[in-house]
């Protein structure tokens, strides 16, 4: 099983809005991950975890708040978010960090008016 | 900075032919070079390639790595309508970015009944 599973699907905000992302895996990898991907563009790395610890942030605004809760959940906390944060977020794990085969969820397609 | 160009960035083919896919890199503490295919959300696993010259296979698709010309290239026989999609190229690396993946900007491979 290499599923990565991730709610919601879709999802719209306004700019004062607080909402979460969520991120769930079975597959008792110890590294997740947060990406970005914007329309016609790679993929781009937000956020690392490992162990459930901060091991990577790639300089995300603070309006995007990670956070690891166990080895199996990853969250991603939006408050105050801009119309250009409108993306595809997708999360991803691995069996550890550096062991670079990373299987990714489906994605949630954000909105922001 | 680390660097990842794929070529071309669109194809279009019929049915049955064959295709070859193109990713160049330049990238501090290579570790690893991995291919995803991307349909409509999630970038799903195909090859991950970490010797030089040796060829990675899965039914119609395989790979191979040159890490003395810092490229790789992903094959596609016999082609079909459900292969297309947006195939990325992506690189592992250590030292500071250990377990980050840098992607390329993707090839986009449309294939016609």
């Known amino acids: 099983d290499t599923e990565v599973t991730q709610t919601p699907k879709h999802l719209v905000m306004g700019m004062t809005n607080k909402k979460s992302l969520k991120c769930e895996q079975h597959m008792g990898h110890r590294a997740m991950y947060w990406y970005k991907q914007k329309a016609k563009k790679p993929p781009e790395l937000m956020f690392v975890?490992?162990?459930?610890?901060?091991?990577i942030n790639e300089s995300v605004p603070s309006r995007f708040s990670p956070e690891c809760p166990n080895s199996s959940l990853l969250n991603l906390h939006l408050h105050a978010l801009q119309p250009e944060d409108s993306a595809l977020y997708l999360c991803?794990?691995?069996?550890?960090?550096?062991?670079?085969?990373?299987?990714f969820g489906p994605g949630t397609r954000l909105t922001v008016l | 900075e680390d660097k990842v160009v794929q070529s071309p960035l669109s194809l279009v083919v019929h049915e049955g032919d064959t295709v070859t896919l193109n990713c160049s890199y330049e990238?501090?503490?290579?570790?690893?070079l991995l291919w995803y295919k991307q349909e409509k959300k999630a970038p799903t696993f195909l090859f991950m390639l970490t010797s030089s010259g040796i060829e990675k296979k899965s039914g119609r698709l395989s790979s191979i790595l040159d890490k003395k010309e810092l490229f790789s290239i992903l094959n596609i026989t016999a082609t079909q309508t459900g292969d297309s999609a947006i195939y990325l190229c992506a690189v592992g690396a250590g030292g500071t970015s250990y377990g980050k993946l840098t992607f390329g900007q993707g090839t986009i491979l449309t294939v016609h009944p």
């Open positions: 975890y490992s162990y459930e610890k901060l091991s």
């Open positions: 991803a794990s691995s069996q550890e960090q550096g062991m670079d085969t990373q299987y």
């Open positions: 990238v501090t503490n290579f570790r690893s």
